[in-house]
């Protein structure tokens, strides 16, 4: 392993158009990726004279050996990248675990006081300083569930179906990986292309070359995943993702909401030919906002929940488009308008989540037929909690609870008599997109406009039959028009398939149609109101939000602070609360 990470000679390929041979080094030139994404035959890198005409020399027979079987088979040790992107994100782990050499990517730990005895700070020990801190693309030693992160040391299941070879000896195939996914989080701005990952790829012996090859297919995967270049971004003309074979395919796509539109630009990406067909006059679906009022604000979403690998987060820095981080502290304050104790909030939220934790042990031997609402349970086992304590909850203790519920039924979107008490936090067995939660000042709608340009939006095209039943899909809308297409995309809303506005040929299975009927969609709504004075400052002491504990629960439950930074002095005349 040493003479091959040490003393083996570095093997560069020419980038001068219609060259492109690879050539062996001498010991004394210095190898890095800027020498590497610049050479050209005959440059030296150490001052000798260079060969005006060395592209005419003929490659050195060795490396046609490369490609075949039985020299892949003498290879004792795999490649061990040096001075790999994906260094400073995976410090805590043996870098021949993951594919790196251990002797060119050593990277110096600071220790932040306070940072490992907080668990929430843990990313920071794992965490390149000039890269988005929402950007945590692998998991580290001991972490799990959180969403969009790859295992630096250890193949997923669908990299092991698409690289069996790599199956018994993965290091290879992880030192490419790790260092695609760590260039993409370190400027995902720029599409990511074979040529600039390669000058990345440094490491010894003819091997290289292999791995140079190999890039290219880890690289299509890995953007057909949707780990790497996606979001806003256009595809460069030049690369290609899918196989010819798949790039005639023609995509109908219905809705031109966010999942439509997000869908279209990656398919085009792809190299698929998409038309977009919208009902309404207006792309965005849901994602509608007004500035009218000196600010703009959401109609639909504004809040991004979960910052940490969060598509949204790709796409705002992709953008350039801020987040406003919300402050993770939440006062309460009574419909007197008093600010509710500390201490007393802190106690009740406590029993609240013990009480959820009850109806958690409560399910854990029952079966569908034994289920009931959450509400009626959570009342239970607070009445039980009651009888076997004997402790006497105040009526401001009371009304505390009914605002942990109402704000529960936030979350969920519906009140808690039709949420399922086996259920209700189903989510929580996938990956979650953690961290901060923050607000997007500019909308969501630029970040659509984004998704969209260039691409073929036909509006107020209203989609009222599929007909798949022959080779190619049949689109009709109600104005008599019809698109025909390989594929069809439907991304319309919940409540338009069930009312079944749009008549399918041959029908949804049965299957299908159970789902989605016995699917729910939650109901949200926002109020929003202007004053001229911030009255609520001195209160908040800086809090983003607070929490409204109303005699009448779920009743404007929380107030987000939208006022514009500009305006942040106590006596704007923009001061808006949701």
């Known amino acids: 392993m040493f003479m091959q990470d040490q003393h083996l000679p570095f093997w560069v390929q020419c980038t001068k158009s219609g060259c492109g041979k690879w050539r062996q080094l001498s010991k004394d030139v210095v190898v890095n990726s800027e020498f590497?994404?610049?050479?050209?035959?005959?440059?030296?890198?150490?001052?000798?004279?260079?060969?005006?005409?060395?592209?005419?020399?003929?490659?050195?027979?060795?490396?046609?050996?490369?490609?075949?079987?039985?020299?892949?088979?003498?290879?004792?040790?795999?490649?061990?990248?040096?001075?790999?992107?994906?260094?400073?994100?995976?410090?805590?782990?043996?870098?021949?675990?993951?594919?790196?050499?251990?002797?060119?990517?050593?990277?110096?730990?600071?220790?932040?006081?306070?940072?490992?005895?907080?668990?929430?700070?843990?990313?920071?020990?794992?965490?390149?300083?000039?890269?988005?801190?929402?950007?945590?693309?692998?998991?580290?030693?001991?972490?799990?569930?959180?969403?969009?992160?790859?295992?630096?040391?250890?193949?997923?299941?669908?990299?092991?179906?698409?690289?069996?070879?790599?199956?018994?000896?993965?290091?290879?195939?992880?030192?490419?990986?790790?260092?695609?996914?760590?260039?993409?989080?370190?400027?995902?701005?720029?599409?990511?292309?074979?040529?600039?990952?390669?000058?990345?790829?440094?490491?010894?012996?003819?091997?290289?070359?292999?791995?140079?090859?190999?890039?290219?297919?880890?690289?299509?995967?890995?953007?057909?995943?949707?780990?790497?270049?996606?979001?806003?971004?256009n595809m460069p003309s030049k690369s290609v993702v899918l196989p010819a074979m798949y790039q005639k395919e023609t995509v109908v796509v219905i809705g031109a909401g966010a999942a439509g539109l997000a869908a279209a630009r990656q398919l085009t990406n792809f190299g698929a030919k998409v038309v977009v067909l919208e009902a309404r006059d207006r792309i965005g679906g849901r994602v509608k906002d007004d500035k009218t009022m000196g600010t703009i604000v959401g109609y639909g979403p504004q809040i991004l929940n979960g910052c940490v690998n969060n598509p949204i987060s790709l796409m705002c820095e992709q953008a350039g488009t801020p987040l406003t981080v919300i402050s993770e502290s939440c006062p309460l304050i009574t419909?007197?308008?008093?600010?509710v104790n500390e201490?007393?909030?802190?106690?009740?939220?406590?029993?609240?989540?013990?009480?959820?934790?009850?109806?958690?042990?409560?399910?854990?031997?029952?079966?569908?037929?034994?289920?009931?609402?959450?509400?009626?349970?959570?009342?239970?086992?607070?009445?039980?909690?009651?009888?076997?304590?004997?402790?006497?909850?105040?009526?401001?203790?009371?009304?505390?609870?009914?605002?942990?519920?109402?704000?529960?039924?936030?979350v969920c979107g519906c009140s808690l008599h039709k949420v399922s008490a086996l259920n209700w936090d189903q989510n929580e067995n996938f990956a979650q997109f953690s961290g901060d939660h923050a607000l997007l000042p500019e909308g969501y709608f630029t970040l659509l406009e984004k998704l969209a340009e260039g691409l073929d939006v036909n509006l107020?095209?209203?989609?009222?039959?599929?007909?798949?039943?022959?080779?190619?899909?049949?689109?009709?809308?109600s104005s008599g028009q019809e698109w025909t297409a390989t594929k069809v995309l439907v991304t319309v809303p919940l409540s338009i398939l069930q009312e079944g506005v749009i008549n399918f040929k041959p029908p949804l299975t049965e299957e299908k149609k159970q789902a989605m009927y016995h699917l729910g969609?939650?109901?949200?709504?926002?109020?929003?109101?202007?004053?001229?004075?911030?009255?609520?400052?001195?209160?908040?002491?800086?809090?983003?939000?607070?929490?409204?504990?109303?005699?009448?629960?779920?009743?404007?439950?929380?107030?987000?602070?939208?006022?514009?930074?500009?305006?942040l002095n106590m006596y704007s005349s923009v001061c808006l609360l949701i």
Not at 460 to 477: C, K, L, P, Q
Not at 529 to 541: A, G, I
């Open 36 to 233: 590497i994404a610049f050479y050209y035959c005959g440059k030296k890198g150490n001052g000798k004279k260079e060969n005006a005409g060395a592209c005419t020399l003929a490659e050195d027979n060795r490396v046609a050996l490369v490609f075949e079987s039985h020299w892949i088979e003498t290879v004792i040790q795999p490649p061990l990248l040096q001075s790999s992107p994906a260094a400073d994100f995976l410090i805590s782990y043996y870098p021949d675990g993951v594919g790196m050499s251990a002797t060119n990517n050593v990277v110096l730990m600071t220790k932040e006081k306070g940072v490992c005895d907080d668990p929430e700070n843990l990313w920071k020990l794992h965490h390149p300083t000039n890269v988005n801190k929402n950007f945590q693309p692998f998991y580290q030693p001991g972490e799990q569930g959180k969403a969009l992160s790859v295992r630096p040391d250890i193949m997923e299941f669908d990299e092991v179906h698409e690289f069996p070879e790599y199956v018994r000896d993965q290091a290879m195939y992880l030192g490419i990986r790790n260092m695609v996914v760590a260039l993409w989080y370190r400027n995902c701005k720029e599409w990511l292309t074979p040529e600039k990952c390669a000058a990345h790829l440094v490491c010894r012996g003819l091997i290289r070359i292999l791995c140079v090859c190999e890039l290219r297919r880890v690289l299509e995967f890995l953007t057909r995943k949707g780990i790497i270049n996606n979001g806003i971004l």
């Open 335 to 339: 419909e007197e308008g008093a600010v």
């Open 343 to 410: 201490d007393l909030n802190r106690r009740i939220d406590f029993h609240f989540n013990a009480v959820l934790d009850a109806v958690g042990e409560w399910r854990k031997e029952k079966t569908t037929k034994e289920d009931v609402d959450l509400y009626t349970k959570l009342l239970e086992m607070h009445k039980n909690f009651k009888e076997e304590t004997q402790l006497v909850f105040s009526e401001a203790d009371e009304s505390l609870i009914d605002f942990h519920v109402s704000n529960l039924e936030y």
């Open 460 to 477: 107020n095209t209203e989609v009222t039959a599929v007909d798949y039943s022959g080779e190619m899909v049949a689109v009709r809308t």
């Open 521 to 567: 969609v939650g109901v949200i709504e926002n109020v929003i109101l202007k004053f001229p004075v911030r009255f609520w400052e001195r209160r908040l002491q800086g809090a983003s939000f607070f929490g409204h504990v109303s005699n009448q629960r779920g009743l404007f439950s929380v107030f987000f602070d939208l006022t514009p930074k500009v305006c």
